[in-house]
């Protein structure tokens, strides 16, 4: 006989990967590879990004080098990138919810570890810029720690034992795939946060799969829950973003009814990147017509299944006529719900409904009204 598993889960630490999951490093990776690959005459196009995410340092060079046909070995281009990599460390930017996380742990008294396929030395460097991390972690860990890194089990069995936990009593939390393998062969439950767009339908192996740090539920593997969600909307740091309307795909107004005016993601690729996507809302400006409440999604569109990131701002107010060309300003107070696919069309317009009431009734609240008067949204 089959005995149904519970459905809260007794988690009772949580152990984190740090690059990817708490810490922006991406496109820091990006650069780098850029600079160095360019001393070998080399154009890096981002597509080795797939097989670096989560590996140690050595299979990550190892794929390059091949891949590149570089004349050197993987231990030379390790040694090359390195200091390059180090400058850079002060410039990775927390993702978002990573902060909130960890404040929210330490605050509930949950124990958290640090485990990364990253060099010890390099994690307590990287965490350095990073307020009251350091501080946070009762165990941090580097793959240069254990005999063999992610997806081997030993980094998570280490960081438990250290913790003095039983592994099935720990929540890892992950971007990588390797990461997620290791998870599961230490016995632990993991969520898996994907760091690169539409690779979800990997990550089967994972407990649960969400897209970003913002959509943790913690409740739902019996540690607190975050209680900074109000009616149904997240706060979070504003952000601004602005320019001229451009056109878009042509089908915000034809196919949705829903028109969204669209800026120019040419300019924005790096505020984009750092932002999940996900349906936001806040307040837009236009110059000669005023400032209105504005929701809108960030992102592929799963539904239409777009092949670049855009921002799609919906204009809470009936226009009379379109405004292209015009200077949008908008800034960005809060968060909604991640992105979904839906079975059809209504079901997508009618999801949208419910975000503009949801936007609409939050925008009032004093947290959020006080940005209407934000000198940003009228300097145009
Ligand atoms: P596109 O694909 O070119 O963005 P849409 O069908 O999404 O076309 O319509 C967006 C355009 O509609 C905007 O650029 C703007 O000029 C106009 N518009 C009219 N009302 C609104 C509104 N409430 N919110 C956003 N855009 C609106
Ligand atoms: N598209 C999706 O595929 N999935 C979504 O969850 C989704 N949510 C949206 C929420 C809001 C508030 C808005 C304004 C748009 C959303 N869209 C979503 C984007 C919609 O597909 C897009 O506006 C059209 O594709 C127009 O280009
Ligand atoms: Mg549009």
């Known amino acids: 006989m089959s005995v149904a598993k519970p459905f809260r889960k007794l988690i009772k630490c949580v152990i984190l990967d740090l690059d990817g999951t708490l810490l922006n490093t991406d496109g820091i990776v990006g650069n780098v590879l850029k600079v160095s690959l360019g001393k070998y005459g080399k154009e890096w196009d981002g597509r080795e990004t797939l097989k670096i995410v989560g590996k140690t340092p050595f299979e990550a060079a190892s794929a390059v080098v091949e891949d590149y046909g570089l004349p050197c070995s993987p231990i030379e281009f390790i040694s090359e990138i390195s ?59 580097g793959g240069d720690e254990v005999r063999t890194g992610k997806p081997s089990p030993e980094i998570f069995l280490e960081a438990a034992r250290r913790l003095s936990m039983e592994p099935s009593s720990c929540l890892v939390i992950e971007d990588s795939l390797p990461g997620v393998t290791a998870a599961k062969a230490a016995e632990m439950e993991v969520i898996a946060v994907p760091s690169l767009p539409k690779q979800s339908h990997l990550y089967t192996a994972a407990d649960e799969v969400i897209n970003s740090l ?30 001229p309307v451009i056109k878009g795909f042509g089908r915000g107004s034809k196919v949705l009814g829903i028109p969204t005016a669209n800026l120019s993601t040419k300019d924005y690729s790096d505020l984009l990147s750092e932002h999940p996507s996900g349906v936001y809302f ?21 539904y239409f299944d777009n092949k670049e990131k855009t921002i799609e701002p919906w204009l809470l107010h009936d226009f009379t006529e379109d405004f292209y060309g015009e200077e949008l300003r908008l800034v960005i107070v809060g968060y909604i719900r991640p992105e979904v696919n839906f079975p059809s069309l209504e079901s997508l317009i009618a999801k949208i409904h419910e975000d503009r009431r949801v936007a609409e009734r939050a925008l009032d ?14 300097n145009s």
């Open 83 to 141: 200091p390059l990599f180090s400058d850079q460390w002060c410039n990775i930017k927390a993702l978002p919810g990573a902060n909130r996380l960890i404040k929210h742990l330490k605050r509930n008294g949950v124990p958290m570890a640090l485990a990364s396929n990253s060099p010890r030395e390099g994690i307590d460097a990287k965490i350095s810029f990073h307020d009251g991390w350091k501080d946070s972690f009762s165990v941090v860990i």
């Open 214 to 243: 913002l959509d943790l539920q913690l409740e739902k593997w019996g540690l607190p829950s975050f209680a900074d969600w109000v009616e149904a909307t997240l706060p979070i740091d504003p952000w601004y973003i602005g320019g």
């Open 282 to 302: 806040g307040w837009a400006g236009l110059s000669a017509r005023g400032i209105f409440k504005m929701v809108m999604s960030i992102g592929w569109n799963p």
């Open 365 to 378: 609240l004093p947290l959020y009204s006080c940005y209407k008067n934000d000198s940003y949204l009228r």
